[in-house]
């Protein structure tokens, strides 16, 4: 356990449905992120939250939103999704965003979009 | 530009026998560098971190990596392989002047360790 839990661990949703990921951290860290990992393809970063505020949005789609409503929680908002983001979504926290610290990662979950 | 490089997708050894994973990175400035490792259905675990001092760096697991500036190299490195090494390893770079902490991840190398 690395102190990053993640629900659902997986989930498929059809082209219109509207899905939430969630993410918890228990470590106390200040700073989290969701990246997005595809097959034989580095891992994509695509939000960072430091202390709650939006600190990069790495030009991602607006059918994903991220929520980070405190320091402990973190969501990602999933609406009209294309086949094409099925992929493996992966959380991670760290101390802060500074990229000085080890960043935890959670488990993931595994998206299919049919 | 930041990025990283593992030149190989998979890495075959047999236990007992050292192993090496290499990754090459490109930064503007003086980097932060990790390794990582992905068990299959898990997330990434943190193995070991090079920020400053000395250029070994020893970590979990028995493994150590070695940054060498003048060949902008930070090869993975374990003496002695066991087969549950096997798994999915990463390198990631932070340029040390980047005012964001992000982190650019290389594609991963496969590690499979026989018995």
């Known amino acids: 356990e690395t102190g990053v839990t993640q629900t659902p661990r997986h989930l498929v949703m059809g082209m219109t449905n509207k899905k939430s990921l969630k993410c918890e951290q228990h470590?106390?860290?200040?700073?989290m992120y969701w990246y997005k990992q595809s097959a034989k393809k580095p891992l994509e970063l695509m939000f960072v939250y430091s202390l709650e505020e939006r600190v990069e949005n790495n030009s991602v789609p607006s059918r994903f939103s991220p929520e980070c409503p405190n320091s402990s929680h973190l969501f990602l908002h999933l609406h009209t999704l294309q086949p094409e983001d099925s992929a493996l979504y992966l959380c991670?926290?760290?101390?802060?965003?500074?990229?000085?610290?080890?960043?935890?990662f959670g488990p993931g979950t595994r998206l299919t979009v049919t | 530009a930041q990025s990283v490089a593992q030149p190989e997708d998979q890495v075959n050894v047999a236990e007992g026998n050292p192993l090496t994973v290499k990754c090459t990175y490109s930064v503007s400035g003086n980097p932060y560098l990790f390794w990582y490792v992905q068990y299959p259905n898990r997330g990434l675990q943190f193995l070991l971190k090079y920020i400053t001092g000395d250029n070994l760096v020893k970590g979990s697991y028995g493994f150590e990596a070695e940054f060498n500036k003048s060949q902008t190299s930070f090869h993975l490195k374990k003496p002695s392989a066991l087969v549950s090494d096997s798994a999915l390893y990463f390198c990631a770079v932070r340029d040390r002047g980047s005012t964001l902490g992000r982190l650019y991840f290389g594609r991963g190398t496969q590690l499979t360790v026989w018995p």
């Open positions: 470590l106390g860290h200040n700073a």
């Open positions: 991670a926290s760290s101390q802060d965003a500074s990229g000085t610290y080890e960043q935890y």
